[in-house]
């Protein structure tokens, strides 16, 4: 990969938050590499790729016999300049032991979510894509009641459980299923998933859009959707809730915080917000309402930040 080492590239886009990725290698089989946006190049490398690789590394914290090596390298270090000797010692391992080529998707956006146009070195053949954005109306749907998931009362139990109820719908709603649907009449034998209740003592038919934006989606981005959706909610128009849910690339191999990430059976790395209008108060006497989203994470078992 010449252009992790091409100073000139590395001067235009470490410093404005470029983050990159490997695709097309599995985080517990294959060698991945990825940079964080912060001017770090991560490599989590098997074992015959590390020692041939001839850089200092760190044993992956999920293989105990050793078999996973993670090697990070400053490329904004004092060192990571044309003709002193750690650059030299990095760029010539890149050049003779490490000489894998990886398919890599890449992003540069400025501090407000905006993409950056980036120049490549002539050795790197890159194709411009745009993030993949697609909006679903949804009708005659059964949506569920979500203030009772505002605050976490006396039975924490019974939260999580109607935290857990909601999520899922958020799962069906995805996929588009019609268990979801006012007049679905499923035989329970077939499927005995059930809705969430509803506000109302009767089923209503309400609506919803779906928005689906997939790539690899840059923090300030992701922040610059967030506070859109959060817009939407103080707006003149009706909308009482929102979802808004950000899955991380399963082989990646970092996640929360720069935690080391691995797949083992799914790879689960997101994050999933609740938002309700700050128009609508709750008004109980033993958990007055105090603010207008919960949060929630999920990791997988090989995940430092688990």
């Not at 914290?61 to 050793?66: N, Q, T, V």
């Not at 956006?109 to 002539?122: K, Y």
Request: include cysteine; glycine fraction near 8%; charged fraction near 20%.
């Amino acid at each position: 990969m010449p252009f992790a080492i091409d100073s000139t590239f590395l001067f235009n886009f470490s410093t404005s938050g470029l983050i990159a990725l490997s695709v097309h290698g599995g985080i517990d089989t294959h060698d991945v590499v990825c940079l964080n946006g912060k001017g770090t190049l991560i490599l989590s490398l098997t074992k015959d790729s590390y020692e041939q690789f001839g850089l200092t590394g760190v044993p992956s914290k999920f293989y105990r016999d050793r078999q996973r090596y993670v090697v990070e390298i400053d490329l904004m270090a004092p060192s990571m300049i044309p003709g002193k000797p750690g650059f030299e010692r990095i760029k010539w391992c890149f050049e003779n032991t490490l000489v894998t080529v990886f398919p890599m998707v890449l992003a540069s956006v400025d501090p407000q979510g905006a993409s950056l146009p980036m120049e490549f070195p002539d050795s790197t053949c890159a194709t411009q894509q745009s993030f993949g954005i697609q909006c679903t109306p949804l009708h005659n749907i059964l949506v569920p009641d979500t203030t009772n998931i505002r605050t976490i009362g006396k039975n924490d139990v019974r939260w999580r459980l109607n935290v857990s109820e909601l999520y899922e719908w958020i799962g069906m709603t995805g996929i588009q299923s019609d268990r979801i649907k006012f007049n679905d009449r499923i035989d329970p034998f077939l499927c005995v998933y059930s809705n969430p209740p509803q506000a109302a003592e009767e089923p209503v038919p309400s609506t919803g859009c779906l928005i689906e934006i997939t790539g690899l989606i840059p923090s300030p981005s992701i922040l610059r959707i967030f506070d859109a959706l959060r817009s939407l909610l103080t707006g003149p128009l009706d909308r009482k809730w929102t979802n808004f849910t950000v899955w991380g690339f399963q082989d990646a191999p970092i996640s929360w915080l720069g935690s080391e990430h691995g797949h083992l059976m799914s790879g689960e790395n997101m994050f999933s917000f609740f938002l309700w209008s700050p128009n609508i108060q709750l008004k109980e006497k033993d958990h007055p309402d105090t603010g207008v989203y919960v949060m929630l994470e999920n990791v997988g078992a090989h995940d430092v930040h688990s």
